[in-house]
């Protein structure tokens, strides 16, 4: 007989990693302030701002300290702004096609309640 033994996950060790476990845990609290810039909560109960610079060329940014000793590197606060802006689009584009099909279904049975 074959056993195997439950082996658990290792924890988030990359900072896009962490990203993922900050959205996660803690996605509902990042706020979108407008054009690329997001209130990200942090760890110990404040908040980072996070530019995206989805409207420039200039580079991402993130007030937190971690982004301040390695600005070439992406922090968990900007991995996980990228994820909320990833699935805020997302579920926008999904409810405007649910409205347009909605609209089409209207006109097409509107067309049909005419013809009789």
Not at 41 to 62: A, I
Not at 83 to 94: E, G, L, P, T
């Amino acid at each position: 007989m074959v056993t195997t033994k439950f082996t658990p996950a290792p924890p988030a060790t990359t900072r896009e990693q962490r990203g993922l476990a900050l959205y996660r845990s803690r996605g509902a609290g990042i706020i979108h302030e407008g054009r690329g810039v997001y209130s990200v909560p942090g760890r110990s109960g404040g908040s980072y701002t996070v530019n995206l610079s989805v409207f420039t060329d200039e580079p991402e940014t993130c007030s937190c300290p971690d982004h301040a000793r390695h600005p070439e590197l992406t922090c968990k606060h900007l991995a996980a702004a990228s994820i909320y802006r990833a699935k805020s689009r997302a579920k926008a584009r999904r409810e405007q096609h649910q409205r347009a099909a909605s609209r089409a279904a209207r006109a097409s049975l509107a067309g049909l309640a005419a013809a009789l």
